[in-house]
């Protein structure tokens, strides 16, 4: 009879397959050379997972350390989070892709019939929306929540494709925003808002149920679209470094400590407040890169999140570096 520690170590390798094979969708040969096992003791592993009740139609984690990993960021931060193993060595193109794979699973069985779902574009939502399963819904809205546009192009190109994918995905309808992502001039912003074309997106916002988005991090190792795509001026960068901005959610930008008051960028933004984003009951963000770590904490520290999809070294470090006590607000 085998030990309970052999047990244990089985029963973790029989989850980590499970997970890799059925959610990941890589091969046995894939999985035996990240594993450093052979192909059949995958395949013996497959076999035990199903045996003992870890795959049914998903995988089902038990007490493990993954799982146990996810329970502590809840207690620490009051999100639901869902942890993507990923290789030490994985590239960030790997990481992203496992992360958005497990993300847009998670998403497709969180829409439901007449829910409008928000979308905050930019290059980790993109990555969700090439793998979203084909859903089909009913009566629901795909509403884009920040604008696209800058003063190189429209952005309708960019933001719409990712917002038609989510809408084939789920039979939905979508409801572009086609104002700049940063006004030149906060007072034209306030005139703009007052059209009521404009309105009209406005009140579509304010009845999301579910929001999806990244996170934008000057930071980050590959920078986020807003920080490379000529939506800053050379002035804009520097008030970042003046304003302590270590992240921004749908263009809004904000410090490390969540706050996000006296920064002028959010004056010219068309995101939503973090006072509209927190009336939304479904907040999903996606994380895959360590390097937007500082961001990650800064958006849990403005309480933006309720359902966190997340890199494993990510919420790893998350964990280690968070104080002995909740910050939640």
């Not at 990240?34 to 984690?61: C, D, F, N, Q």
């Not at 193993?85 to 794979?101: F, G, I, K, Q, Y």
């Not at 996170?215 to 960068?237: C, Q």
Request: hydrophobic share 40%; charged share 25%.
């Amino acid at each position: 009879m085998e030990s309970d520690d052999v047990t244990n170590v089985r029963t973790r390798d029989a989850l980590r397959a499970a997970h890799l094979y059925y959610v990941q969708e890589l091969t046995m040969e894939d999985i035996a050379t990240e594993m450093r096992i052979s192909r059949s003791s995958i395949s013996r592993l497959l076999a035990h997972a199903r045996e003992i009740g870890l795959v049914e139609i998903t995988v089902h984690s038990p007490q493990d350390g993954i799982d146990s990993l996810a329970e502590r960021i809840t207690d620490l931060f009051g999100v639901t989070a869902e942890i993507v193993p990923t290789p030490v060595r994985a590239s960030d193109a790997e990481r992203l892709a496992r992360v958005a794979r497990s993300a847009a699973r998670r998403v497709a069985t969180l829409a439901d019939d007449n829910m409008s779902i928000g979308i905050a574009w930019g290059a980790t939502v993109s990555a969700v929306a090439r793998e979203l399963p084909a859903r089909r819904l009913h009566n629901v809205h795909v509403v884009q929540m920040n604008g696209a546009a800058n003063p190189m192009t429209s952005g309708l190109p960019y933001a719409s494709s990712i917002l038609e994918r989510f809408a084939n995905a789920f039979g939905a309808d979508v409801q572009l925003f086609p104002v700049p992502a940063l006004f030149d001039d906060p007072h034209t912003k306030d005139l703009m808002w007052r059209e009521r074309s404009i309105r009209r997106v406005l009140d579509a916002q304010d009845d999301i149920g579910m929001f999806i988005f990244g996170l934008g991090s000057p930071r980050a190792d590959v920078p986020s679209h807003v920080y490379s795509g000529g939506y800053l001026t050379g002035e804009d960068s520097r008030a970042l470094l003046r304003d302590g901005i270590v992240g921004d959610c749908a263009t809004v930008f904000y410090r490390e400590d969540g706050s996000s008051d006296g920064i002028d960028l959010n004056r010219r933004s068309s995101g939503p407040s973090f006072t509209a984003i927190r009336r939304i009951p479904r907040r999903v963000c996606i994380v895959s890169s360590l390097s937007k770590l500082t961001a990650l904490r800064g958006a849990l520290a403005a309480a933006l999140v309720t359902d966190l999809v997340v890199d494993e070294g990510v919420a790893r470090a998350l964990v280690s570096s968070a104080p002995a006590r909740s910050t939640r607000r």
